[in-house]
């Protein structure tokens, strides 16, 4: 029987493995494939956020 943490711990190897090579794609030396993936995944995290947030408001005091 699977549980949650397990599927989520999945989730994060298989989102990890996606993206690990998508930083190595411009050259070992280019610091701005790095930087765009970390600037993509903190826009997609806020907007995540406002939208959650936004949803559940009346719930949140």
Same mark, same amino acid.
């Given at each position: 029987?699977?549980? =949650?943490?397990? +599927? +989520? %711990?999945? &989730?994060? *190897?298989? +989102?990890?493995?996606?993206?690990?090579?998508?930083?190595?794609? =411009? %050259?070992? *030396?280019?610091?701005?494939?790095? +930087?765009?993936?970390?600037?993509?995944? =903190? =826009?997609? *995290?806020?907007?995540?956020? &406002?939208?959650? *947030?936004?949803?559940?408001?009346?719930?949140?005091?």
């Amino acid at each position: 029987i699977c549980n =949650a943490s397990s +599927l +989520l %711990g999945l &989730f994060q *190897f298989i +989102l990890g493995g996606m993206i690990s090579p998508l930083v190595g794609l =411009a %050259g070992q *030396f280019n610091p701005m494939p790095y +930087l765009i993936i970390i600037s993509t995944t =903190a =826009a997609v *995290f806020i907007i995540l956020q &406002f939208t959650y *947030f936004k949803i559940n408001k009346p719930y949140i005091k």
